[in-house]
């Protein structure tokens, strides 16, 4: 009988060992996770507007064609498309935070993003978040709304949007009026709105004309029961351990119809000359050796007419590759071979 409650208070310990092992090493499992979810990096957060197909588009009206291309290049370049909850979850440490994330959002609710934008991100298999002013969406046909960038989603629009899943649904005020404490009032109906609209209960905000900083809208946010809130400072997110999700900056992608061309490139002096009939944009010029892989970048330049980039003779001397990219080189609208 001794022998047998021996045995029985060795297989005890032995069990009691395995089990602390166990939550040690699932404690340090998760541990590790979290630390890796919290890693510092930069994700970018495009700001778009409207997506349409034609000309005589303004600044915050991208052409279906430039969103194609962009999307497309998002592919080549191997991002994956995130949205503001997933930021949220990896905070937290939960969920998984890809290798290079980016999040695309589209802000005041067009009916452009249902009828150009939508189809081209199915097909590159990415999603979206969408943020609309819940009091101005409404009908369809003659009672369709409009706003500054074109016609607006109907109601019926975006529940179908949330219901596909592309893209998803968040605030963007009741009636985007540029008064912060107004503003700080309708982010509780606003998300209330966007659950009757689309039957999802949204936790994602956009501050109209981005306006943010003021504590009673960081309470409000927090009371209302949204988790992020993007604002318009043309700049990368930097992600990491104090990240600041009620402040996330975004980048501009700037529409409109253009034709950039290279004029010239001389070698002698590192100049390159850019010509663009159209919207200006915001560009710098990037020159990569076919040899080495090396790279030079210029300052970045509003390309109106005509501008003159400057870069190191020594970029010139061998065969190159030329870009004209974005502030934060994630598009190229010109690529040519030297």
């Given at each position: 009988?001794?022998?047998?409650?021996?045995?029985?208070?060795?297989?005890?310990?032995?069990?009691?060992?395995a089990?602390?092992?166990?939550?040690?090493?699932?404690?340090?499992?998760?541990?590790?996770?979290r630390?890796?979810?919290?890693?510092p990096r930069?994700?970018p957060?495009l700001?778009?507007?409207?997506?349409?197909?034609?000309?005589?588009?303004?600044?915050?009206?991208?052409?279906?064609?430039?969103?194609?291309m962009?999307?497309?290049?998002?592919?080549?370049?191997?991002?994956?498309?995130?949205?503001?909850?997933?930021?949220?979850?990896?905070?937290?440490?939960?969920?998984?935070?890809?290798?290079?994330?980016?999040?695309?959002?589209?802000?005041?609710?067009?009916?452009?993003?249902?009828?150009?934008?939508?189809?081209?991100l199915?097909?590159?298999?990415f999603?979206?978040?969408?943020?609309?002013?819940?009091g101005r969406?409404?009908?369809?046909?003659?009672?369709?709304?409009?706003?500054?960038?074109?016609?607006?989603?109907?109601?019926?629009?975006?529940?179908?949007?949330?219901?596909?899943?592309?893209?998803?649904?968040?605030?963007?005020?009741?009636?985007?009026?540029?008064?912060?404490?107004?503003?700080?009032?309708?982010?509780?109906?606003?998300?209330?709105?966007?659950?009757a609209?689309?039957?999802?209960?949204?936790?994602?905000?956009?501050?109209?004309?981005?306006?943010?900083?003021?504590?009673?809208?960081?309470?409000?946010?927090?009371?209302?029961?949204?988790?992020?809130?993007?604002?318009?400072?043309?700049?990368?997110?930097?992600?990491?351990?104090?990240?600041?999700?009620?402040?996330?900056?975004?980048?501009?992608?700037?529409?409109?119809?253009?034709e950039?061309?290279?004029?010239?490139?001389?070698?002698?002096?590192?100049?390159?000359?850019?010509?663009?009939?159209?919207?200006?944009?915001?560009?710098?010029?990037?020159?990569?050796?076919?040899?080495?892989?090396?790279?030079?970048?210029?300052?970045?330049?509003?390309?109106?007419?005509?501008?003159?980039?400057?870069?190191?003779?020594?970029?010139?001397?061998?065969?190159?590759t030329?870009?004209?990219?974005?502030?934060?080189?994630?598009?190229?609208?010109?690529?040519?071979?030297?």
């Open positions: 009988m001794i022998e047998g409650l021996e045995r029985k208070a060795e297989m005890a310990k032995r069990i009691t060992i089990l602390v092992l166990a939550l040690s090493l699932g404690f340090l499992a998760r541990a590790g996770w630390s890796w979810q919290l890693k930069d994700i957060i700001m778009y507007h409207n997506v349409l197909d034609g000309e005589n588009l303004s600044k915050w009206q991208v052409s279906a064609s430039d969103f194609e962009q999307m497309r290049q998002l592919k080549e370049g191997g991002y994956t498309t995130i949205l503001p909850r997933d930021i949220w979850r990896a905070s937290r440490g939960w969920g998984l935070m890809p290798r290079k994330p980016i999040v695309i959002t589209f802000d005041d609710g067009y009916e452009g993003v249902m009828k150009f934008a939508e189809p081209i199915a097909k590159y298999g999603k979206a978040i969408c943020y609309i002013v819940c969406i409404g009908g369809e046909g003659e009672a369709r709304a409009t706003f500054d960038s074109g016609p607006l989603l109907s109601t019926n629009e975006c529940a179908a949007l949330a219901r596909r899943g592309t893209v998803s649904i968040g605030s963007h005020s009741m009636l985007h009026r540029p008064h912060p404490k107004r503003l700080a009032a309708e982010m509780g109906p606003s998300r209330k709105a966007v659950k609209i689309t039957g999802v209960k949204t936790r994602d905000y956009a501050y109209p004309f981005g306006l943010h900083g003021y504590g009673f809208m960081y309470d409000s946010l927090k009371s209302s029961r949204y988790r992020t809130a993007v604002i318009c400072e043309d700049k990368m997110f930097h992600y990491g351990v104090e990240t600041n999700l009620f402040a996330m900056p975004r980048l501009s992608v700037y529409g409109g119809n253009r950039l061309k290279v004029a010239s490139v001389d070698r002698a002096s590192g100049s390159v000359t850019l010509t663009n009939v159209g919207e200006s944009i915001p560009l710098r010029v990037t020159v990569i050796d076919a040899a080495s892989g090396k790279e030079w970048s210029s300052e970045l330049q509003n390309v109106v007419d005509k501008a003159v980039f400057s870069l190191p003779p020594e970029a010139f001397k061998g065969s190159f030329l870009l004209a990219e974005d502030k934060a080189r994630i598009f190229h609208y010109i690529k040519e071979r030297h």
